[in-house]
């Protein structure tokens, strides 16, 4: 796996926010009852959270807009068919459609009345695309 930090530090149009102690990292894991896959965790340790052109990902924000744990809760009622181990890495506004990733760190997209679809193995796979 490409290291995360180098692939966000060399992109353009990249705004961040803040690092992110790990105390804070395990009391999102906790609200959210899952664990962070690896790439996710190092972004929101290193990040908070981060905006790259006009893509918005989530992270620990006091933003709920880009906050991981607001927007995966209020996505999850939305999305009944989303296992519980999956929290929204990103909100398209577009046609509803949400991007989430799974602990073990595979990238999933959700419309509604369909089925989950995976889109990527990673975080970092997902960013550079």
Known sequence: MKDIIEIINSMED??????VKESEVANAEAELGIKFSDDYRCYVKSFGC??????????ISKLTNYDVV??????RQ???????DWYVIEQLNIDEI?????EKGEI????????????????VEYIIQ
Do not use: L
């Open 78 to 84: 939305y999305n009944t068919e989303v296992p519980a």
């Open 108 to 123: 999933y997209q959700t419309s509604p009345n369909t089925k989950p679809k995976k889109i990527c193995d990673s975080f």
């Open 98 to 102: 949400v991007i989430w990733q799974s």
């Open 50 to 59: 981060m905006t790259i052109g006009s893509r918005e990902f989530t992270g």
């Open 70 to 75: 607001s927007i995966t809760i209020s996505q």
């Open 14 to 19: 990249v705004i961040h926010g803040k690092k």
